[in-house]
């Protein structure tokens, strides 16, 4: 059984560009959640989703961010318009329900110039 | 709100000596506790975790027990080796959706 899985695992962008980073959760899994971790820190949680519905986004930054999880294929996360502060490992877990542990991935680790 | 603090790094060590990493969280309710590694490059790896008071997570010699009257869930190892030389978090999981994570704390294990 595969683990969760995220590509691109490194992604370089120019400033103003869109990020887009892909998480696929471990089999049967159908709830995701996405953390960033910048340098030198702790994870910060970002989003938390079930397939096509997003259940908490309080930790999401209000602009130029977007989460999605589509009933077919991996979850998204879309950064439009990047900026140097964005330079982070963003990391995914999935699990297969509430109260279950979080299976993490290797995370993306995103560089802005 | 919850948050968790744990013991700024880096934590160098000898091979074989005891080591101790302090944790201490807020919380507003009982969240379950747990200690992850993160090797260089990599994602985080769950070492341990505990559930409710007084319990005690172990994993390849690695422990910490869940102290509601002190609010901590310090990790230990009686003998570390240079494998163990990784970034250690102490997280807490409260609500079931989202983990708190601690800063990390980075060991370095010198042969």
């Known amino acids: 059984n595969a683990g969760v899985m995220q590509n691109p695992r490194h992604l370089v962008r120019r400033r103003g560009q869109e990020a887009r980073l892909r998480c696929s959760p471990m089999?049967?899994?159908?709830?995701v959640y996405w953390y960033r971790q910048l340098p030198e820190e702790g994870l910060k949680f970002m989003v938390y989703?079930?397939?096509?519905?997003?259940?908490?986004e309080s930790g999401m930054p209000k602009e130029r961010f977007s989460a999605e999880f589509p009933k077919e294929g991996p979850s998204i996360l879309r950064i439009q318009q990047v900026v140097r502060g964005d330079s982070a490992a963003y990391f995914c877990?999935?699990?297969?329900?509430?109260?279950?542990?979080?299976?993490f991935g290797p995370g993306t680790r995103l560089t802005v110039l | 709100g919850d948050s968790v603090t744990q013991m700024e790094g880096p934590v160098t060590l000898s091979e074989e000596a005891f080591l101790t990493i302090n944790c201490t969280y807020t919380?507003?309710?009982?969240?379950?506790l747990f200690w992850y590694v993160q090797y260089p490059g990599e994602g985080l790896q769950l070492l341990l975790k505990?559930?409710?008071?007084?319990d005690k997570g172990s994993n390849k010699g690695f422990e910490a027990t869940y102290r509601k009257e002190t609010t901590s869930f310090h990790l230990e190892k009686g003998s570390v080796q240079v494998s163990d030389s990784a970034v250690y978090f102490c997280?807490?999981?409260?609500?079931?959706?989202?983990?708190?994570f601690g800063s990390g704390t980075k060991l370095n294990v010198k042969p």
């Open positions: 089999k049967g899994h159908s709830h």
């Open positions: 877990a999935s699990s297969p329900g509430e109260n279950n542990e979080q299976f």
């Open positions: 997280a807490l999981l409260y609500n079931f959706n989202k983990f708190y």
């Open positions: 505990a559930t409710k008071a007084d």
């Open positions: 989703l079930q397939k096509e519905n997003i259940i908490d």
């Open positions: 919380a507003t309710g009982y969240p379950s």
